[in-house]
């Protein structure tokens, strides 16, 4: 069974620094292309970061409103993938899941945690 | 950056109607690249049409996606009563447009 287990969540500043990880298992972590998706109360799933394989370049991709403060990174000995924030604003309160996908057979199966809380306030 | 715009915004219908709804995008992108989720409050978002038109594992027939080039479509042919909730479409992996809420009339 695939799990994927998101922490590091809570409340912090404005201006402040928080890091979500993620641990995967039951799936071939070096192959998954990881992402992080939040949605923040009462609005629309919002994609924030992607970051792909080291066999596909590792390369990374960021959402408009996240670059420059956010940085996603993986660690494939811990099948972790990590979101550093910083510099959060008010409006980077969400729940933020972590998720991937894969081919099983021909199709296509995502996961996706169960999401951690990123509250920013004073 | 790519925009998808979906319509309505909001989709009231009753269980057994067909709900169709329509995901724009601000370019032409590739069908492989455009996929439909659902979205139920309290639970993580669910896959059930990438590629356009291939149903995800274990999404039932009543689902159905369609479309080319910037716009797409997807068709809930009966509403069942697990259906209601909010859709997104989504492209190349990376931005969702706004979602489309289906609720009971």
């Known amino acids: 069974e695939v799990q994927l287990v998101e922490s590091g969540g809570g409340l912090v500043k404005p201006g402040g620094s928080l890091r979500l990880s993620c641990v995967a298992s039951?799936?071939?972590?070096?192959?998954?292309?990881m992402s992080w998706v939040r949605q923040a109360p009462g609005k629309g799933l919002e994609w924030v970061a992607r970051?792909?394989?080291?066999?596909?370049?590792?390369?990374?991709d960021y959402s408009a409103p996240v670059k420059g403060r956010f940085t996603i990174s993986r660690d494939d000995s811990e099948s972790t993938v990590f979101l550093q924030m910083s510099s959060l604003k008010p409006e980077d309160t969400a729940v933020y899941y972590c998720?991937?996908?894969?081919?099983?057979?021909?199709?296509?199966?995502?996961?996706w945690g169960q999401g951690t809380l990123v509250t920013v306030s004073s | 950056e790519i925009v998808l715009t979906q319509s309505p915004g909001t989709l009231s219908l009753s269980p057994g109607e067909r709900a169709t709804l329509s995901c724009r995008a601000s370019q032409s992108i590739r069908s492989n690249y455009l996929d439909w989720y659902q979205h139920k409050p309290g639970q993580a978002p669910r896959l059930l049409i990438y590629?356009?038109?291939s149903r995800a594992a274990g999404i039932p027939d009543r689902f159905s996606g369609s479309g080319s080039g910037a716009d797409f479509t997807l068709t809930i042919s009966r509403l069942e009563p697990e259906d209601f909730a909010v859709y997104y479409c989504r492209q190349s992996g990376l931005t969702f447009g706004q979602g489309t809420k289906v609720e009971i009339k």
């Open positions: 970051i792909r394989t080291e066999t596909d370049g590792g390369v990374i």
């Open positions: 590629g356009a038109s």
């Open positions: 039951g799936l071939p972590f070096t192959n998954a292309w």
């Open positions: 998720t991937t996908d894969e081919l099983v057979g021909v199709t296509r199966v995502d996961y």
